[in-house]
Every structure is written in structure tokens, then in C-alpha cells.
């Protein structure tokens, strides 16, 4: 599949969801679902541990303003 779009319709069409493991690769957590108006593939992790990403304005709508910005915070209870 050769056109952007299309290609990004079918990224779309399947449920997004994160999965976070920690520093030593243990997995901590699975399928946390993503906002679908968020651009997952650009994600980062802040100096504080947060998932930080913006908002897909070709998905969600165009702010000409402003940007919307997603943080999640991952909070672990432990063993």
C-alpha cells in the first residue's frame, strides 16, 4: 500500500494501546488504550517519567492556536 492515507487509515482501524515496561525490560503494564486522537508513533518519555504526545490534528481537528498536548503519568503499586 503505496498512499499515505490509505496506510493511515488502516493504522486508524486497529485499536491502539500502549504497553510499558520498565528500565530492565519487565513488563509492567498492557493494552492501555490510546486516545485515538493522539499521534502515538511520536511519543516520548519525559525527564519525569511521563508519556508526553501531541494531539493529531489531521485525526482530531486543526487548533490554530494552540497545540494539545496528552501526558500520562504511570503509577506502579509494585509487585
Known sequence: MSDPAQRRELVY????EFAVFDSE???RAV???IPKSMV???ALVDKKGQIVALKDQEQAGVEEDFHTVYKFKMVYGGE
Open 13 to 16: 482501524s486497529f485499536p491502539l
Open 25 to 27: 525490560f519487565g513488563l
Open 31 to 33: 493494552d492501555l488504550p
Open 40 to 42: 502515538p508513533f511520536e
